[in-house]
Structure formats: structure tokens, C-alpha cells
């Protein structure tokens, strides 16, 4: 293979001697032996053996990829891929407006971009897919582990106790409406400590460990290999504040994107990230973006806004290849994510917009 | 100094490859291919007229830039295969006793040997003048760049390049009449733009309509499968088209996205993320003329931070490589209303001016057509 110097990972001085010795390519290289090329370069023999070492290596290991090893290269027809996506599951969150939206709940194998202003519900959204993606698959669910990734802090435990027992109350009446015997063999395990202990906490104080926990997880997700679902809640958190070097920030994302990607693809789980809501002054106006640039918006492949209009939360579909953007409202109740009930029609016909199950909403935090 | 053959825009000039077994290097599109039609470099070749685009001809070194350092040196920096090692066996004539001698004296490469003056090397050398100047002979034949005219690479072209319509008609008008094979389209805009929607709709389109594969090659994630499904469903109502399987040599190849593997290799103190951009692109344009693809790639725009615009990413250095670019935005500012309108404008091409603007619709499962009525369209 005709390997361009400059691909290869040699200390920049050698490199600079080997162009100018005449050097362009890998193969030119293998073809001299290393007393040649310590004659020609002039460094001592043993570095020249050792830089062939390298060099014999990674073309050794690109042929071994390419040649021997489809699957490294993820090749397969679109057709394929579309048996595999059709066996899928989804990640439902109980909000069915918000699961048509999404095309039957969150998807694998793709990011999925939670942005919102303060208290609007993304941490509860996380905690909810963090229960659902336990639920057993007689019940629709995906039965797996869920890994969470908090940066901010607002990981409440009791919070998910409420939406855990929720959710074990809801299976249990479908359970006894349906009666099928698989029903009751899956609510042994799925009870609030079975649900508790399948959840990986993990706490990342600044940007580095967080970058090194997202590093070192596909290490810790070939032993837990039931994980369906990571969420990173606050992934916008670390890096706003104390960075003055902003191509290093948005280097560090990028590479950060990446890493999740792959992460998704080869574990076959779906990543969630929540990031916070900026101000972008116009000329005329002020809009509200989500934060951490333009570069970042690319990472991630379906993004979702929620927002206020009234007092009422919404969710809007802004980024996704397979759907259509729409909004829909949604509201979240003490057993967590719900839709929005319609008003029991005993109550005036105003349409208002009070509905008994929504949470209390404090008028001056109004956007 | 003979007429210069006008050559056509768009592809370098298809010289046959002259040095033994080297791939060859990609030229930049639209070389003007102005060089003169004598072939053999003329004694005393201080006086000639030097080619005028130092491009990077397939593989070799321009002959004439052997004329003087001085007026010509942006050959002798360009890349790699141009810098070959002299070494016995290399030509009849040149033996491991004159390499020798060469190497004393500092001349270690071709590009060395055919810029020195050979009366001085000569001397020094002590090797005959007449046998330096055989073999320099020989290397030039070997190793220089066979200029072709105007009208065989016309000839050529119109034989071997083929225009792939993308399926949807405002596109195609805005590309003049569809995907070029042999060269690149870039896609740009901002994210939620529908850059994905465009590359799969193409894809769709090229495989179905024109029955020819597809090589989709996806670095965020964004490829969904059922969705190709609709873009293919709305086409056709057949079950059997929709999964016959050609065994035939691919066509199109489209990257989704290319800025986002390659971001995190530039900027900072990394020397290299640049060279590997390079050798991307170079590898894309490669694959592009040998195997006579139409290529698509897909990048991220940035904010200018000065003023505020968009603009691609990967700066300048990539903004060389697509022949073809395409901004696509949304028809409204706002996130807060959906739309699944989309303007696309052409920045940069090599056939259409620039400024060309169409409206497209990425959204439902129909492909990719103008809103009826459109009056989007501005020159």
C-alpha cells in the first residue's frame, strides 16, 4: 500500500530527514533495508530498525483490516442495515406524543441531543430513559443497563425511586390486565432494586474527567455488555466556563462526538447527552441557541429543544434524519415524563390550558 | 514556441503514466494545461518559456522546471513523487559508481540531478559530460510529464466522463444538469440544514433511477436505513425493484461527513492533521478520476468569529479540493417554526456562475422537489 509519509506516526525531525533524502512513501521505505538507511539519513542503526519496525507495523495492520477483517470496516448493503434497524428497539420515554415524534422512542445506535433552559425537564427526561430502558421485553421494552454520566449534579436518587416505582406499577397492571406467564417471570427482576442496582452512576467533575470517563467506557462496556443506554447529563457544563482556548474546545468536542459514535454503533446502544441554552444577540432581536457552537451542533444526529410557551413545556424535533420536525407538548408529573391529559370535558370549554396532573410552574421564571 | 492547446476545464490532462509502478498524484481540477508541444528539452533551456500552472502532473516532474531554480521553484516543493532517489538500475547508463560519486557531491535525487548544471558536475564528478547528459536524457523521457491537446482530452472526456442526474430537477439545473463523475460536490450548511437528507436522497435516486451503486461512506451516525426505504418507496410501489441487488462497479460515492473525522486532527499543535487532510482529499480525487465516480461530501460550517457569516469548515486548504460547492439553508431563521424548506446556493463552480439560489423540499417521503410555484430562484 502506497502510504504517504506524513500519515505515519514518526517524530517530526525523522520525518523532515526522510523527505529530504528523498523519501515520499511507506513502500519506498520497506524496500531499503536499515543499514541503508542509517547510511542515508545518517541517525544510527538502531533507530533506523526501529522506525522500519513501526512503519512494517501499521502497513501490516492496514492490510490485516482491510484484507482479513470486513466487519472492522462496517461494510454492509443499505438493505442489511435496514433488517437490522427494523429489529431495533426504541427507548420509550411514556409520553406517547413525544415517542411518535421520535419515531417509537429513542433511538439506537444514534445520539440524541436534549437542549433546554433551566428547569424545563431535561434531567428528568434522562432519569426517566434511564428507568425505561429497563424494562423488560415482554413489555416492549429492551431489558438493558443503563450507564449514567452526571456532571452537574442534579442526579436526585430518590427522584428515580419515584419514577422506578412508577414504572414498576404501570408493568404490573398491564401484567395483571394481560396475564400472560412471561409477564409475571419479568416482574420478579424488574422491581425498584433491580432497576436501581442496573444503573452505573458515574460523577465527572471538570472537562478532563469527563473525557476520560467517555475514553475509558467502551473498556467498561465490553464487561456490562447489557447496556442499552448512556446518558451524560450536562455535557455542556464542564466546558463553558475557565476555557480560554476555544480551538481546543471545539477539538476536544469533536473528538469527544467521535468517541460516542462509535460507541453507539459498536455496542448498539442509543446516547443521550442534555446541554444548556444560550443567548445569540442579533441585530434586531435576541434568540435563544443551544450552547457550545455551531461545530457541536453537527455532532449530534437527532437534537430535541424543549421550551416554554405559557406555562406550557414543548418539545421540539429540530434535528433528525429520519423524522419530521414538529412540536409537541408534554408535561412531567411526580411519577415522571407524561403526556399532556386533555381537560376532563366537565370543565369549561375555554381550553384553558391547566390541566391537574402538571406541576406547579413559578410565574417569574417565565422565558 | 508551438500553439498552446486549449484545453477544456475541468479534468488535468490524462498523460499515460510514464514512471514504472507509481499511483498517480491527483491534479487539481481546471489545469490549465498550457504547455508547449516539444517534448524534448532543447540545449541551453535558460531561455525557455517556463509552463505556466505548476501543477502537479500524474506522478512525474514537469521537464522544463529543470531550466533554472530560479524561475520556476514552486515544482521542486511539490509533493513527494517528484523526489525520487537515484539509484542503480534507474536507467541504463547510470551506474552505482557514478551514484556514488553523485552523492559525494550532494546530488541525491532526480530532481537534483536534472537542476544541476552538468558541465560543473562533470568537472567535479570527474564523469563524462557526455554520459551525464545521456542519462539525463533519459530520466526527463522517463519521468517527465506527456502533454496532450486540447481536443484528444476532449475526445477523451466526452467518451469516459458520464453526468448522473440527482433526481430532483432543481438541483440538477442548479449543478448544470447533475453529478460530474471524476469530480467532487461539496455540500455545506449549518446542522438540521438536510445535508444527510440531500446525500440520501441522491443515493436513492442514483440507485434506483439509474440502476447504479452506491457507496455511502457515514462518519456521524446519520445513515437510517428506513428512511432510504421511504426516499425509495415514494419512487416506486414495486417490491422487487426495490431490493434488487446489481453486482456492477459503483458510481457514486458520497461521505457523510468529511470535516467531522477531520476536525479534531487540525488546529492546535498537531503538524499533521493538516497532511492527513491533504491525503484525504487526495485519495478522494484519486478514486474520483481512476474509477470515474461522482463524488459528494458533506461539510460543517463555523462562524466566522470577525463577521459573524457562516463559512465552511476546514478552511482554505480544503476549500481547493470540491470543484463544486453547495450552501444549503433554511428558508426561515428561526428554529421555533418547522419547515422542511431548503434554499440551496451555489458558492463555488466550475461551470455556473455563483449566486444561483433554488428552493428544495427535503421533508415527507417524496424526494427532493421544488415547491410548486416556486419563485426562489434567483441569478
Same mark, same amino acid.
Given at each position: 500500500?502506497?502510504?504517504?509519509?506524513?500519515?505515519?506516526?514518526?517524530?517530526?525531525?525523522?520525518?523532515?530527514?526522510?523527505?529530504?533524502?528523498?523519501?515520499?512513501?511507506?513502500?519506498?521505505?520497506?524496500?531499503?533495508?536499515?543499514?541503508?538507511?542509517?547510511?542515508?539519513?545518517?541517525?544510527?542503526?538502531?533507530?533506523?530498525?526501529?522506525?522500519?519496525?513501526?512503519?512494517?507495523?501499521?502497513?501490516?495492520?492496514?492490510?490485516?483490516?482491510? $484484507?482479513?477483517?470486513?466487519?472492522?470496516?462496517?461494510?454492509?448493503?443499505?438493505?442489511?442495515?435496514?433488517?437490522?434497524?427494523?429489529?431495533?428497539?426504541?427507548?420509550?420515554?411514556?409520553?406517547?406524543?413525544?415517542?411518535? /415524534?421520535?419515531?417509537?422512542?429513542?433511538?439506537?445506535?444514534?445520539?440524541?441531543?436534549?437542549?433546554?433552559? =433551566?428547569?424545563?425537564?431535561?434531567?428528568?427526561?434522562?432519569?426517566?430513559?434511564?428507568?425505561?430502558?429497563?424494562?423488560?421485553?415482554? %413489555?416492549?421494552?429492551?431489558?438493558?443497563?443503563?450507564?449514567?454520566? #452526571?456532571?452537574?449534579?442534579? %442526579?436526585?436518587?430518590?427522584?428515580?425511586?419515584?419514577?422506578?416505582?412508577?414504572?414498576?406499577?404501570?408493568?404490573?397492571?398491564?401484567?395483571?390486565?394481560?396475564?400472560?406467564?412471561?409477564?409475571?417471570?419479568?416482574?420478579?427482576? %424488574?422491581?425498584?432494586?433491580?432497576?436501581?442496582?442496573? /444503573?452505573?452512576?458515574?460523577?465527572?467533575?471538570?472537562? !478532563?474527567?469527563? *473525557?476520560?470517563?467517555?475514553?475509558?467506557? =467502551?473498556?467498561?462496556?465490553?464487561?456490562?455488555?447489557?447496556?442499552?443506554?448512556?446518558?451524560?447529563?450536562?455535557?455542556?457544563?464542564?466546558?463553558?466556563?475557565?476555557?480560554?482556548?476555544?480551538?481546543?474546545?471545539?477539538?476536544?468536542?469533536?473528538?469527544?462526538?467521535?468517541?460516542?459514535?462509535?460507541?453507539?454503533?459498536?455496542?448498539?446502544?442509543?446516547?443521550?447527552?442534555?446541554?444548556?441554552?444560550?443567548?445569540?444577540?442579533?441585530?434586531?432581536?435576541?434568540?435563544?441557541?443551544?450552547?457550545? $457552537?455551531?461545530?457541536?451542533?453537527?455532532?449530534?444526529?437527532?437534537?430535541?429543544?424543549?421550551?416554554? #410557551?405559557?406555562?406550557?413545556?414543548?418539545?421540539?424535533?429540530?434535528?433528525?434524519? +429520519?423524522?419530521?420536525?414538529? !412540536?409537541?407538548?408534554?408535561?412531567?408529573?411526580?411519577?415522571?415524563?407524561?403526556?399532556?391529559?386533555?381537560?376532563?370535558?366537565?370543565?369549561?370549554?375555554?381550553?384553558?390550558?391547566?390541566? =391537574?396532573?402538571?406541576?406547579?410552574?413559578?410565574?417569574?421564571?417565565?422565558? | 514556441?508551438?500553439?498552446?492547446?486549449?484545453?477544456?476545464?475541468?479534468?488535468?490532462?490524462?498523460?499515460?503514466?510514464?514512471? $514504472?509502478?507509481?499511483? =498517480?498524484?491527483?491534479?487539481?481540477?481546471? &489545469?490549465?494545461?498550457?504547455?508547449?508541444?516539444?517534448?524534448?528539452?532543447?540545449?541551453?533551456?535558460?531561455?525557455?518559456?517556463?509552463?505556466?500552472?505548476?501543477?502537479?502532473?500524474?506522478?512525474?516532474?514537469?521537464? &522544463?522546471?529543470?531550466?533554472?531554480?530560479?524561475?520556476?521553484?514552486?515544482?521542486?516543493?511539490?509533493?513527494?513523487?517528484?523526489?525520487?532517489?537515484?539509484?542503480?538500475?534507474?536507467?541504463?547508463?547510470?551506474?552505482?559508481?557514478?551514484?556514488?560519486?553523485?552523492?559525494?557531491?550532494?546530488?541525491?535525487?532526480?530532481?537534483?540531478?536534472?537542476?544541476?548544471?552538468?558541465?560543473?558536475?562533470?568537472?567535479?564528478?570527474?564523469?563524462?559530460?557526455?554520459?551525464?547528459?545521456?542519462?539525463?536524457?533519459?530520466?526527463?523521457?522517463?519521468?517527465?510529464? %506527456?502533454?496532450?491537446?486540447?481536443?484528444?482530452?476532449?475526445?477523451?472526456?466526452?467518451?469516459?466522463?458520464?453526468?448522473?442526474? !440527482?433526481?430532483? @430537477?432543481?438541483?440538477? @439545473?442548479?449543478?448544470?444538469?447533475?453529478?460530474?463523475?471524476?469530480?467532487?460536490?461539496? *455540500?455545506?450548511?449549518?446542522?438540521?440544514?438536510?445535508?444527510?437528507?440531500?446525500?440520501?436522497?441522491?443515493?436513492?435516486?442514483?440507485?434506483?433511477?439509474?440502476?447504479?451503486?452506491?457507496?455511502?461512506? #457515514?462518519?456521524?451516525?446519520?445513515?437510517?436505513? +428506513?428512511?432510504?426505504?421511504?426516499?425509495?418507496?415514494?419512487?416506486?410501489?414495486?417490491?422487487?425493484?426495490?431490493?434488487?441487488?446489481?453486482?456492477?462497479?459503483?458510481?457514486?460515492?458520497?461521505?457523510?461527513?468529511?470535516?467531522?473525522?477531520?476536525?479534531?486532527?487540525?488546529?492546535?499543535?498537531?503538524?499533521?492533521?493538516?497532511?492527513?487532510?491533504?491525503?484525504?482529499?487526495?485519495?478522494?480525487?484519486?478514486?474520483?478520476?481512476?474509477?470515474?465516480?461522482?463524488?459528494?461530501?458533506?461539510?460543517?460550517?463555523?462562524?466566522?468569529?470577525? +463577521?459573524?457569516?457562516?463559512?465552511?469548515?476546514?478552511?482554505?486548504?480544503?476549500?481547493?479540493?470540491?470543484?463544486?460547492?453547495?450552501?444549503?439553508?433554511?428558508?426561515? $431563521?428561526?428554529?421555533?417554526?418547522?419547515?422542511?424548506?431548503?434554499?440551496?446556493?451555489?458558492?463555488? +463552480?466550475?461551470?455556473?456562475?455563483?449566486?444561483?439560489?433554488?428552493?428544495?423540499?427535503?421533508?415527507?417521503?417524496?424526494?427532493?422537489?421544488?415547491?410548486?410555484?416556486?419563485?426562489?430562484?434567483?441569478?
Amino acid at each position: 500500500m502506497q502510504r504517504d509519509l506524513g500519515s505515519l506516526p514518526l517524530a517530526p525531525a525523522l520525518r523532515a530527514r526522510l523527505v529530504g533524502a528523498g523519501f515520499s512513501t511507506a513502500q519506498e521505505l520497506l524496500e531499503v533495508g536499515p543499514c541503508e538507511l542509517s547510511k542515508e539519513i545518517g541517525i544510527s542503526k538502531e533507530e533506523a530498525l526501529e522506525t522500519l519496525q513501526v512503519i512494517r507495523q501499521e502497513c501490516d495492520s492496514n492490510a490485516v483490516r482491510t $484484507g482479513g477483517d470486513p466487519t472492522a470496516l462496517r461494510k454492509c448493503t443499505a438493505l442489511e442495515l435496514l433488517e437490522q434497524e427494523q429489529a431495533q428497539g426504541f427507548v420509550i420515554t411514556f409520553c406517547s406524543a413525544l415517542d411518535d /415524534m421520535l419515531g417509537g422512542g429513542v433511538q439506537l445506535t444514534k445520539i440524541t441531543e436534549i437542549c433546554g433552559a =433551566p428547569g424545563v425537564g431535561k434531567t428528568q427526561l434522562c432519569m426517566q430513559l434511564a428507568v425505561d430502558v429497563q424494562i423488560p421485553e415482554c %413489555f416492549g421494552g429492551l431489558a438493558g443497563e443503563a450507564v449514567y454520566i #452526571d456532571t452537574e449534579g442534579s %442526579f436526585m436518587v430518590e427522584r428515580v425511586v419515584d419514577i422506578a416505582t412508577a414504572c414498576v406499577q404501570h408493568c404490573q397492571l398491564i401484567a395483571e390486565a394481560q396475564q400472560e406467564e412471561d409477564h409475571h417471570k419479568a416482574l420478579e427482576t %424488574f422491581s425498584l432494586e433491580g432497576i436501581l442496582s442496573h /444503573m452505573y452512576y458515574f460523577r465527572c467533575h471538570d472537562y !478532563t474527567e469527563l *473525557l476520560a470517563q467517555i475514553y475509558l467506557l =467502551p473498556d467498561f462496556l465490553s464487561e456490562h455488555s447489557k447496556v442499552r443506554l448512556v446518558a451524560v447529563d450536562g455535557i455542556a457544563f464542564p466546558f463553558r466556563h475557565d476555557f480560554e482556548d476555544l480551538s481546543l474546545r471545539t477539538r476536544l468536542l469533536n473528538g469527544l462526538a467521535q468517541q460516542l459514535i462509535s460507541i453507539a454503533n459498536d455496542h448498539k446502544l442509543a446516547v443521550i447527552l442534555t446541554n444548556q441554552m444560550t443567548t445569540r444577540i442579533g441585530q434586531s432581536q435576541s434568540t435563544l441557541v443551544p450552547a457550545l $457552537g455551531e461545530s457541536w451542533g453537527h455532532a449530534a444526529t437527532i437534537r430535541l429543544i424543549l421550551h416554554w #410557551d405559557n406555562n406550557q413545556r414543548l418539545a421540539t424535533l429540530y434535528k433528525s434524519p +429520519s423524522q419530521k420536525e414538529s !412540536t409537541v407538548p408534554y408535561c412531567v408529573t411526580p411519577h415522571g415524563f407524561r403526556d399532556v391529559q386533555p381537560p376532563p370535558p366537565s370543565q369549561t370549554p375555554e381550553g384553558s390550558e391547566m390541566n =391537574p396532573r402538571k406541576r406547579p410552574r413559578i410565574e417569574e421564571d417565565k422565558q | 514556441m508551438r500553439a498552446r492547446g486549449a484545453a477544456s476545464a475541468g479534468t488535468p490532462s490524462a498523460a499515460p503514466q510514464r514512471a $514504472g509502478s507509481r499511483r =498517480p498524484g491527483a491534479g487539481p481540477p481546471g &489545469w490549465a494545461g498550457a504547455v508547449p508541444r516539444a517534448r524534448r528539452p532543447r540545449a541551453g533551456l535558460a531561455g525557455a518559456r517556463l509552463p505556466v500552472a505548476a501543477a502537479q502532473p500524474r506522478g512525474c516532474v514537469s521537464a &522544463w522546471c529543470s531550466a533554472s531554480r530560479l524561475l520556476c521553484p514552486a515544482p521542486l516543493r511539490t509533493r513527494g513523487r517528484a523526489m525520487v532517489i537515484l539509484h542503480a538500475g534507474l536507467c541504463p547508463g547510470l551506474t552505482a559508481e557514478m551514484i556514488q560519486l553523485l552523492k559525494a557531491n550532494g546530488i541525491q535525487t532526480v530532481v537534483d540531478f536534472i537542476s544541476s548544471d552538468l558541465e560543473e558536475v562533470a568537472q567535479k564528478c570527474s564523469l563524462s559530460y557526455k554520459a551525464l547528459v545521456a542519462v539525463r536524457r533519459v530520466l526527463l523521457a522517463q519521468f517527465s510529464a %506527456f502533454p496532450i491537446n486540447g481536443a484528444d482530452l476532449y475526445e477523451e472526456l466526452k467518451s469516459s466522463m458520464a453526468i448522473l442526474s !440527482t433526481g430532483s @430537477k432543481s438541483l440538477d @439545473k442548479l449543478l448544470d444538469s447533475g453529478l460530474y463523475t471524476g469530480e467532487v460536490l461539496e *455540500l455545506m450548511g449549518a446542522p438540521g440544514s438536510g445535508k444527510t437528507q440531500v446525500c440520501l436522497s441522491i443515493a436513492a435516486s442514483v440507485s434506483h433511477s439509474l440502476k447504479q451503486n452506491v457507496l455511502f461512506i #457515514d462518519s456521524t451516525g446519520g445513515f437510517t436505513a +428506513s428512511r432510504l426505504l421511504q426516499l425509495v418507496q415514494s419512487r416506486t410501489e414495486e417490491e422487487e425493484e426495490q431490493v434488487v441487488c446489481s453486482v456492477g462497479p459503483v458510481k457514486l460515492l458520497v461521505v457523510d461527513s468529511v470535516s467531522a473525522v477531520v476536525c479534531p486532527l487540525l488546529g492546535g499543535r498537531q503538524s499533521e492533521g493538516l497532511a492527513l487532510m491533504m491525503q484525504l482529499a487526495r485519495e478522494l480525487k484519486t478514486l474520483a478520476r481512476e474509477f470515474g465516480l461522482a463524488t459528494v461530501v458533506t461539510n460543517h460550517v463555523t462562524r466566522d468569529s470577525s +463577521s459573524g457569516h457562516l463559512k465552511p469548515a476546514l478552511g482554505r486548504s480544503w476549500s481547493f479540493v470540491p470543484s463544486t460547492r453547495v450552501l444549503l439553508e433554511s428558508s426561515q $431563521g428561526a428554529w421555533g417554526k418547522a419547515s422542511t424548506q431548503r434554499i440551496a446556493s451555489l458558492r463555488k +463552480s466550475p461551470r455556473q456562475p455563483t449566486g444561483i439560489q433554488v428552493e428544495l423540499d427535503i421533508g415527507g417521503y417524496e424526494a427532493l422537489e421544488e415547491r410548486p410555484g416556486a419563485s426562489g430562484e434567483e441569478l
